[in-house]
């Protein structure tokens, strides 16, 4: 499990009530939060979150091969910034789980659903 603070970045424009409602099964627009978004507040990139209520680490997979270790938000949500990645960004999700299981989703571009 990642022993780094969360990334502020990835904290960024988030409103706790909707987290709980994400992470209650409730939200009724998840990928308001989940997916890839453009990010420019000092840094340009792409902010990355995603939610597995089982894993205890995340990763993206971007499909240049580089890996980005997704912090640990709040619950079973994670998130990180790519500084200098551009939307459409292409990458694989990939969640750990105790006991060293993993679990990775296809490669495929996402756009920004904000």
């Known amino acids: ?3 780094r603070d969360a990334s502020p970045a990835a904290l960024a424009g988030l409103d706790m ?3 709980r409602r994400l992470l209650a099964g409730d939200h009724d627009d998840p990928h308001h939060i989940l997916g890839a978004h453009p990010y ?7 902010l990355v979150r995603a939610m597995h209520p089982d894993a205890v680490r995340a990763e ?4 240049d091969g580089k890996r980005v270790e997704l912090d640990r938000l709040v619950g079973g949500l ?5 500084p200098g990645a551009k939307l459409p960004l292409r990458y694989r999700l990939r969640f ?3 006991g ?6 296809p490669l495929i ?4 659903l904000t």
């Open 60 to 63: 993206a997979l971007l499909a």
């Open 96 to 98: 750990h789980f105790g």
């Open 17 to 19: 009530g909707e987290v």
């Open 40 to 46: 420019s507040a000092g840094v340009s990139g792409v």
């Open 78 to 82: 994670f998130g990180a910034l790519i």
């Open 100 to 105: 060293g299981a993993t679990w990775a989703l």
């Open 109 to 112: 571009p996402i756009q920004a």
């Open 1 to 3: 499990m990642s022993t």
